[in-house]
């Protein structure tokens, strides 16, 4: 746990110092000063007003940059350290590979979810300041939400990571992960699986299995229970989940998703040609 903990430190430390880093967290920031600047939490969109309307607008913002910020970042990582050199050095170390692997997941994980948590965290304190009532329970969820989302990306960086060979295969094969996923967000696999007669259920549940359309449901789902934007493919979501079990689902999925590419980028990593 000690070496665990040191891997997580030193590279906490070495993002800090990142410029990839000082710009993600004035992304996250900007955001939310903009948000307030351009008086969003005094218009009225179905029904939500305040810091409720502020935070379904920051998550669907987040949800298009956080993906690809993190994976990014995420698949120089081993990639990097492969091409620098860093393996042969660590080998000569008392550090186990479970330690320097995880505990790069660990510093990681804090690093891309800290600043869009603070951002998210300072919204609510000057809400407080300024006397707007602060809807608790959506702001609990969307921290679950975001944690969810960032342990999905990071794991599946990871795993490209440990198979890519160089930095930029690495960065290539993560662009075309997140634009695959963009691409076949709901309008586009279900138009493609509607043309060819598959039947409704078996093309929602298929759309379910993209980790970014789960959020957007998720994040829909908070603010319209009943799933009216999404039509016909609501009908099946409610059915098979019901609205509290879709947003359980909406938080275990992509954690669980996270979890697995990580596991399978170690064992990978492990068996791997280290240097």
């Known amino acids: 746990m000690k070496q665990l903990w040191l891997t997580a430190k030193l590279d906490i430390v070495e993002s800090l110092r990142a410029r990839w880093f000082q710009i993600y967290t004035l992304v996250f920031g900007g955001i939310v000063a903009l948000l307030f600047v351009f008086g ?10 305040g810091l409720s309307r ?14 690809i910020f993190v994976l ?12 620098a050199g860093v393996f ?13 692997f995880w505990g790069k997941i660990l510093g990681r994980y804090l690093i891309v979810f800290a600043p869009v948590f603070l951002a998210m965290l300072g919204a609510v304190l000057w809400a407080s300041i300024v006397d707007i009532e602060v809807p608790w329970g959506m ?26 060979r160089t930095t930029d295969m690495a960065q290539g094969a993560a662009f075309m992960v997140w634009l695959t996923l963009l691409l076949f967000l709901d309008l586009i696999l279900l138009g493609v699986m509607i043309q060819g007669k598959v039947a409704p259920e078996v093309a929602v549940l298929l759309a379910l299995v993209n ?26 979501i409610l059915d098979l989940f019901g609205a509290t079990g879709y947003q359980i689902f909406a938080l275990l999925y992509p954690a669980t998703l ?9 064992f990978l990593f492990r068996r791997g040609d280290l240097p």
């Open 139 to 164: 702001f609990g969820y969307y921290t679950a939400l975001l944690a969810a989302m960032a342990m999905c990306f990071l794991g599946i960086g990871m795993l490209i990571s440990a198979i890519a």
């Open 211 to 236: 980790p970014l359309q789960v959020f957007r449901t998720a994040a829909l789902a908070l603010f319209d229970p009943q799933l009216i934007v999404l039509g016909p493919s609501a009908f099946v």
């Open 40 to 49: 969003l939490t005094e218009s009225r969109v179905l029904g939500f007003i």
């Open 88 to 100: 042969e050095y660590l080998l000569s170390l008392p550090v186990g590979l479970g330690a320097w």
């Open 72 to 83: 990014i970042t995420t698949v120089r990582s081993v990639a990097g350290d492969r091409e």
């Open 54 to 67: 502020l935070l379904v607008t920051y998550i669907q913002l987040t949800m298009a940059i956080l993906p």
């Open 258 to 266: 996270g979890l697995g590419s990580a596991s399978l980028g170690y």
